[in-house]
């Protein structure tokens, strides 16, 4: 009889303990997209802000560089024989990129946010050391997941990082490249979504992701309009960017949106050939599909896996590409074309050798369908590109690819 007792009360107990652990669970757990959402209204709340604005326009202009100046290339422009070619020079900002501009934006908003740790993921290392800096500069910590043979490949960029103080998390699973430090990245966020923040490194992601850094990328264009403006007296004809994730391009665009005079071409990385799997031609060659939480054009297998995809460019070589542009192709409001390496290897040292700018593989592919359209055009017609970036990271690279 006692026994009996004992193992009901014993049951009963352990009931308790059960159902007391679901109820907490529950509170505990927040779902994927009430975690989206929470970031989202957080952003929405302090993005207008005097505090936020002040301190992100003080940065831009005091610690990035900003505005960037538009530079006429008049040596090119005048060996092409024919539209007029101008440069947005993103390469001029410190860290030598764009990447600076929504990286400084997401650290601002996770210092306004109370949290503790900003997570990420890198590829090439270019978004790694550009988040590094911002984080140094916010006072707030820093761990990015890369793939170990990534970190292998990208040593300078590794070691900024930890010069800048960032903790390097090594990523050792499947391809131990880009897609699997997202994976671990994000998981590693999924632990601790209160206390810690991812910050995303293109126009990617899940909703407010391609939001936000739009919003943080838009600076350029603003400027770039104004300025043109007030050199011109009248907007450009073509305005072009090259496009991975494409938040350069985005960046760059979105003032230009309501210019329905003004042709809008995004231009991606065909790699060594649009007929060979070698390509990153996402919205030329895509078809629909989700990857990493939103659906955008993608490069697949019939399973819907992300196909390996290449460029010369590593911050080119990824299978999906903002849901932003993906729209914009379909309104056709934006033009997507593609370059392949031997075309960007040959802007690369063109506007290295014509104007003494040595630009990023990435943004060389920007420049090198300017280059394939200019001479048709009439002198009087002008070009304004994004010059996403500087070309230091690629110099050996390109070097012995060469045999310079
Ligand atoms: C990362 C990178 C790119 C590609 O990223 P987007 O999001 O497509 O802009 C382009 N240019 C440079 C210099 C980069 O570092």
Redesign the pocket.
Known sequence: MMKAVSIHFKIRLGYIALETYRILWDLIRVSFIEIMNQINDAYEEIRNTAAFQDELNDLYANYVGRPSPIYHAKNISKKLGGAQIYLKR??LNHTG???INHCIGEALLAKHMGKTKVLAETGAG??GVALATACALVGIDCEIHMGEIDIKKEHPNVTKMKILGCKIVPVSRGTKTLKDAVDSAFEEYLKDPVTTIYAI???VGPHPFPKMVRDFQSVVGKEARAQFLETHNKLPDIVM?????????IGLFTEFLPDDAVELVGVEPAGKGLDTPDHAATLTLGTKGAIHGFKCYNLQDNEGNPLPVYSI?S??DYPGV?PQHCLLKDLGRVRYESVDDKECLNAFMELSRVEGIIP?L??AHAVAYAMKIAPEMGSDKTILINL??RGDKDADFVAQTLSL
């Open positions: 993103e390469d990129a764009h990447k270019q978004h490194g293109s126009v960017a090259c496009v991975g994730g494409g938040s350069n391009a460019a911050g080119l903002g990023a990435e943004s996403s970036g």
